[in-house]
T-cell receptor, first 112, second 115 residues
């Protein structure tokens, strides 16, 4: 069945270091979304990528969608304590206008 | 103004009890969802309603019954609660414009603990 794999599961970084999470789909995605969930909070939408090879930036966050539209990445430059949380990617289920398939999330932990 | 609200925020109950979680969205969205997030943070879709009509019903025990009295509300009733039902339950909504999958807006979650 359709799968979205996300790695790594956890990443520990020193504050100021960079962080990257990767998302790989078993099928071509029409678009991909990224969400952030702070500890104790709920997922919050960050961005949606639609075009093949698309790159979008939000301050220190850079999002990429692969040329084949089967993979994506989120890169954070110079992490800050406010970046802690779990980052999820999600893409639409094939032939569905209503359902997302979610990656398992990458938990970003900032070492003091 | 809260966009997607859920009540209660915390729910602690005994095995075998029946409980309900309520969800309301004031965004005017057509589609609403229930997700279950387990201790490993994995988000699992349970149900989805579009304009009060059930459109997604994943493999969920029939002890779970959603009800949508109108498109702004999607409640979740759980019968005969089991230990494995302990999790955080999130309600979400999305606009669902022109068939394009839009961002989902999540409620704050209901942490259910079954003792």
């Amino acid at each position: 069945g359709q799968q979205v794999m996300q790695i790594p599961q956890y990443q520990h970084v020193q504050e100021g270091e960079d962080f990257t999470t990767y998302c790989n789909s078993s099928t071509t995605l029409s678009n991909i979304q990224w969400y952030k969930q702070r500890p104790g909070g709920h997922p919050v939408f960050l961005i949606q990528l639609v075009k093949s090879g698309e790159v979008k930036k939000q301050k220190r966050l850079t999002f990429q969608f692969g040329e084949a539209k089967k993979n994506s990445s989120l890169h954070i430059t110079a992490t800050q304590t406010t970046d802690v949380g779990t980052y999820f990617c999600a893409g639409p289920v094939e032939d569905s206008n209503y359902q997302l398939i979610w990656g398992a999330g990458t938990k970003l932990i900032i070492k003091p | 103004d809260t966009a997607v609200s859920q009540t209660p925020k915390y729910l602690v109950t005994q095995m075998g009890n029946d409980k309900s979680i309520k969800c309301e969205q004031n965004l005017g969205h057509d589609t609403m969802y229930w997700y279950k997030q387990d201790s490993k943070k994995f988000l699992k879709i349970m149900f989805s309603y579009n304009n009060k009509e059930l459109i997604i019903n994943e493999t969920v025990p029939n002890r779970f019954s959603p009800k949508s009295p109108d498109k702004a509300h999607l409640n979740l009733h759980i019968n005969s609660l089991e230990l494995g039902d302990s999790a955080v339950y999130f309600c979400a909504s999305s606009p669902q414009l022109a068939g394009l999958l839009d961002e989902q807006f999540f409620g704050p979650g209901t942490r259910l603990t079954v003792l």
